[in-house]
């Protein structure tokens, strides 16, 4: 009984969290950005191809869902670690090996001991830029750019209307990052690396669509790195540390 008793405490403690590492800051677009959206109903003359809003006050957001996904798909692609399915749709996915970086922070979908969920949480990055910058647009909070496609033989235009957030706005950045009992001070700087990496890599790739057309290139500032132990949510006296074993890279620092 004393060894069962042992064995469930085990398993508890490895699952227990030990902390919460907060990334803070802001994205600024340097090109117009694109991530679509849906409408219900489309009007005569209206914009196809328009872009996902906040449907309470329709301003545009950046969801947590394309952070993370395109954060994943940069770090398989860097470590040679995509996977290949060819019997489903989406042919190469995600990483279906659990010792990859990815997998060890985004977590495994597989039905062993080897699933875990994703450590790191994306949250969708709402617009803080001032009414200021949207004055002069065509569409509340963005603009509408026009593309053309040529015919290569008879010259012929058939243009395409597009809507995106203009270059200059900012967007809030919020991640965190669940440190396990089970991590030890080495693996929990290589999942903190994982992030600044990931970060570096859309910053030097795009964000959204259009990206070879030159939309979503995007600069990251960090504000803070924070975090909150276990006993910080235990605490009555709630004081967040800075985090102290990995500083913010010199490319996420405000100039």
């Known amino acids: ?106 977590g495994t979908s597989t039905n062993d001991e080897n699933q875990h969920p994703s450590y790191v949480i994306f949250r969708d990055a709402s617009l803080l830029s001032a009414e200021e910058l949207f004055k002069n647009t065509d569409v509340p909070y963005a603009e509408v750019k026009t593309e053309v496609t040529i015919d290569r033989i008879t010259s012929k235009a058939n243009p395409r209307i597009m809507e995106r957030v203009p270059a200059g706005a900012e967007f809030e950045l919020n991640i965190v990052l669940n440190i396990m009992n089970s991590h030890d001070e080495n693996q929990e700087k290589e999942l903190v690396k994982a992030i600044f990496d990931g970060l570096q890599l859309i910053q030097d790739d795009y ?45 996420f620092r405000s100039k």
């Open 207 to 251: 964000l959204g669509g259009s990206g070879s057309r030159g939309y979503g290139q995007i600069k990251f500032t960090l504000s803070s790195v924070t975090e909150r132990t276990n006993e910080y949510y235990k605490s009555a006296e709630k004081q967040e540390k800075e985090y102290t074993l990995y500083s913010i890279p010199e490319i």
């Open 1 to 106: 009984m004393e060894v069962n008793n042992f064995k469930l405490h085990k398993t508890m403690s490895t699952l227990g969290l030990k902390k919460k590492i907060l990334f803070r800051g802001k994205i600024k677009l340097l090109t117009g950005l694109r991530i679509g959206g849906s409408s219900s109903a489309m009007s005569i003359g209206g914009l196809d191809n328009i872009i996902i809003r906040n449907p309470i006050d329709n301003k545009p957001y950046i969801p947590g869902s394309s952070l993370k996904g395109k954060m994943r798909a940069l770090i398989e692609l860097r470590d040679g670690t995509i996977g290949r399915d060819p019997s489903k749709q989406i042919q190469y996915g995600v990483s279906d090996n659990p010792n990859s970086l990815s997998c060890r922070l985004f």
